[in-house]
């Protein structure tokens, strides 16, 4: 299973980097989250974000594994969508790097915060169409669980264009 996990997880970076993920995908209808990496066909499986997640107490969908990293695409589907997640446990002295893609044109933001969703740890900003990369290391002596946030910086939008945010393995 990890194994087939970091094969696909590679599989859809090589997508994103080829501009072939993000576009044309469904709209998000809010169904059952499907797991990232299931199946061979790396080029039609990609996991969902699942509203609502609008509030930090609303973050419920954990994203990859220490070991393999994980990703998801969604959609900020109004000048005011919020989506939040998490990410897996962060071992003690081990970083991470997320990265959100995004439409064209759209300006998408995302920050790391703290567990409970009230301290922004790490932040970005870059333009329209650019995406972020975030990194964090865990400086504490025990494993930790970060929250992300993803919204728009600008109110611009895209209920059918979605993003996709990759948080990498912890090294
Ligand atoms: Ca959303
Ligand atoms: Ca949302």
Redesign the pocket.
């Known amino acids: 299973m990890n194994t087939n996990r970091f094969s696909l997880f590679g599989s859809l970076a090589i997508l994103l980097a080829a501009g072939i993920v993000g576009c044309g995908s469904p709209v998000?209808n809010g169904s059952t989250d499907t797991p990232l990496l299931k199946g061979k066909n790396t080029s039609t499986t990609t996991a969902w974000?699942a509203?609502p997640?609008?509030t930090p107490a609303l973050a419920t969908h954990v994203i990859g594994t220490a070991a393999a990293g994980g990703g998801l695409q969604?959609?900020?589907?109004s000048a005011t969508?919020?989506?939040y997640y998490l990410t897996y446990a962060v071992p003690a002295g081990k970083q991470f790097t997320v990265n959100l893609a995004m439409p064209y044109s759209k300006d998408y933001d995302v920050q790391i915060l703290s567990s409970d969703g009230t301290t922004v740890l790490a932040s970005n900003h870059q333009g329209a169409g650019m995406s972020e990369t975030l990194t964090m290391k865990n400086m504490s002596s025990s494993s930790q669980t970060y929250m992300l946030r993803?919204f728009s910086a600008d109110g611009s939008f895209s209920a059918t264009s979605p993003y996709t945010l990759i948080v990498g393995k912890a090294s």
């Open positions: 998000d974000e509203e997640n609008d969604g959609t900020i589907s969508d919020n989506d993803i």
